[in-house]
């Protein structure tokens, strides 16, 4: 085999099962590897290290495993400066550009290993005076200079905490019904331990949250400083301000599940009591709206962004329309995000998996396992999933919390 790569690993290989990853990767390429040196980390801290002489038939395979072992953490010994190509025009990237992963990225400018900040999957590297960033194709600028091929990257995938197994649970993946008690005081440890580590706790949820009567529960736990900031779409603020107003979501009564005569009319009464108020945070000043998820938001001074979509009703004045606008909005809260709660919508999630970095925890609570699935499948591998109804985790968390 021609064309061949001396490739070396750092980190807790074993355990977290890098190394099966990278000798699987070679052979899905067809290619061919020996290990040239193989240092196991001897206890809980240190890290293991493997160097490791690739092999294939052809010059693109080995670009395209060498992409692939980069994920894994894997690059190439001869540590030269990462190649950089100046953008030409705006939101036009080199052909050869660099795409990122969500993990703990650093490139070699100027000799040195810098750690690219604003870490983003599917973002291009921007390097300018020592420094580099991940940017979205949409932000780049003429002028920009961006890392292109593979050379002079080291990613470093999330290995198993070892200091963590208390949450034995964000280590299988997705819990079934009959583990909820657990998860739900899991994640209240969780929540606790990403307060005292000053990092913000952040909700992502839709309108089965007030379906499923979760308000009670999510408004306790906005009222009790738990949560720092709260995702959603125009969906979860009509409902919550219906049930609000009229007692009702979508129509049935939350008290006793039945539908109310002419109910349907009830979200678009909420949504004109809004506009006539002007917004919600105005519907709540003007004492108009009185409870509620958003109202505890706008008393506690917790922000909240709704981001529209094509099923919207309204939408509600404060739903932002410009789909970009709302992503920057989603980003620009999830910035500091230590833990995210993804409650019962599949949109929503997955849209806020793609925006985080692998080292922020998501429990991602919902009634159907593929939609946890789907949330890591996209990249997001630290998700965990919670199958259950988003309700009654609601009300049990709101209760591990008091
Ligand atoms: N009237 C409106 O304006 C309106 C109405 C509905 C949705 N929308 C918008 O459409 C978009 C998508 O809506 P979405 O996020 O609700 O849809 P979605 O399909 O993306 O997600 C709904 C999720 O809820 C889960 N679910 C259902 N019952 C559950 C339960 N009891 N417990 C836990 N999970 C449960 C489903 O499995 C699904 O994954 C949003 O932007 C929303 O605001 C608008």
Redo the contacts with the bound molecule.
């Keep these: 085999m021609p064309f061949q790569e001396v490739v070396e690993a750092e980190g807790h290989l074993i355990d977290s099962h890098i190394m099966e990853n990278i000798f699987d990767k070679v052979v899905e390429h067809g290619g061919r590897f020996e290990v040239e040196q193989f240092s196991i980390g001897r206890t809980n801290s240190e890290p293991s290290h493997l160097r490791l002489k690739v092999s294939v038939e052809e010059e693109s395979s080995l670009e395209r495993l060498l992409e692939a072992l980069l994920e894994l953490g894997c690059a190439p010994v001869d540590a030269t400066d990462a190649v950089l190509r100046e953008v030409e025009r705006d939101r036009c990237a080199p052909e050869d550009f660099y795409s990122s992963t969500n993990h703990h990225t650093f490139v070699r400018n100027g000799n040195k290993w810098v750690e690219v900040a604003d870490q983003r999957m599917d973002a291009m590297i921007v390097v300018r005076e020592g420094q580099a960033w991940c940017r979205r194709l949409r932000d780049l600028r003429r002028g920009d200079r961006i890392v292109v091929g593979l050379r002079g990257i080291r990613v470093v995938p999330e290995s198993k905490e070892r200091g963590r197994l208390a949450f034995a649970f964000m280590a299988n993946g997705i819990s079934s019904e009959r583990q909820v008690d657990t998860a739900v005081r899991q994640t209240a440890a969780l929540v606790r331990q990403t307060v005292e580590q000053k990092l913000k706790v952040v909700v992502v949820a839709?309108?089965?949250v007030v379906h499923?009567g979760g308000v009670k529960g999510l408004s306790s736990l906005v009222r009790g400083r738990w949560v720092h900031a709260v995702l959603?779409?125009?969906?979860?603020g009509?409902h919550d301000i219906e049930a609000s107003l009229f007692g009702t979501s979508l129509g049935v009564r939350l008290s006793d599940g039945r539908q109310e005569e002419h109910g349907h009319r009830n979200?678009m009464r909420a949504i004109n009591a809004v506009y006539r108020a002007g917004s919600v945070t105005e519907a709540v000043r003007s004492g108009r709206l009185q409870s509620g998820i958003l109202y505890e938001c706008v008393q506690a001074g917790v922000p909240f962004v709704l981001?529209?979509?094509l099923?919207?009703?309204?939408?509600l004045p404060d739903t932002i329309t410009d789909m970009n606008a709302a992503q920057d909005a989603y980003a620009a809260e999830l910035k500091g995000a230590g833990l995210v709660l993804c409650l019962?919508?599949?949109?929503?999630s997955i849209a806020t998996g793609n925006m985080l970095p692998s080292w922020v925890r998501i429990v991602c609570?919902?009634?159907?396992p593929a939609?946890a699935t789907k949330v890591s499948d996209r990249g997001t591998g630290q998700a965990v999933g919670v199958v259950?109804?988003?309700?009654l985790f609601l009300q049990l968390l709101s209760k591990a919390m008091v």
């Excluded at 959603?232 to 979860?236: E, K, T």
């Excluded at 259950?388 to 309700?391: K, L």
């Design positions: 839709g309108p089965v499923t959603s779409g125009n969906a979860l009509v979200h981001a529209g979509s099923r919207d009703d309204g939408p019962g919508s599949m949109l929503h609570v919902d009634i159907n939609v259950t109804d988003v309700g």
